[in-house]
């Protein structure tokens, strides 16, 4: 399996598509780095965890984006029939399918993680270089609950729907993008930043500290938990 995990991490890392993401992604954080975040969001420092959360919120959508992309790579039709870009590995075992499917998603969240820690060292550049300031250990938990929840569900919600018809992939791209159309609530705000905007202006604090309500925890620990219920299930026989 480790052959195969590796396998897979050079095709989704060393081709085109994941430099021009890589690009794009980067091009846009440093427009939201500049434009919402320099300035500080909700009265805080830039560099506070509220004015942090509204950048990753922004950058959720094409976060969630590059994951889903990522999966059609092993669930498309063309891929199904060994016919898609780079020869991909060969098959496990007949006796151990979900362990291969779980190497495939594993290949996945890698490269999620990736456009992820893209993101970061591009904000840690810019906090060093305006401001001097490296004090990242009051980001960690804002930066945690706001992204590996969502990029977690959109993994697993995405390896199941493209077991199903691989076009349903691109359709599923388009959710949070639907999402920051709408006025969330309160505990889902996480998902497009509006709950760092907005969170902070409610508590009798200047610049306060990093905190959540509970029913943001609660909404936070189920989408976790959802999108890690629907990796750990059994891959469908037609499937990968």
Known sequence: MTKIFSCECRRLLCNKFFIGLLAVLLFYAGQVFYLTVLPGVSHTAPFSPWSFGVYLGRLLPLLWVGALFFLTFFTSARERRGGGGAPPPPPPPPADPRRYALTRCAAALVGTALLCLAVLALAAVCYGRLFGWYGWGSL??????????????????????????????????????????????????????????????????????????????????????LGLLLLALPARKQGV
Do not use: I
């Open 140 to 225: 960690v938990l804002p930066t945690l609950v706001t992204l590996a929840p969502p990029l977690v569900f959109a993994l697993g919600s995405g390896w199941r729907l493209g077991e199903v018809r691989p076009w349903l992939l691109y359709v599923w791209m388009a959710f949070p993008f639907v999402l920051s159309a709408l006025p969330l609530p309160q505990a889902l705000g996480l998902w497009d930043g509006s709950f760092f905007a907005g969170y902070p202006l409610t508590l009798d604090a200047l610049d306060p500290a990093f905190s959540m309500p509970a029913s943001a925890w609660l909404a936070q620990g189920l989408t976790l938990a």
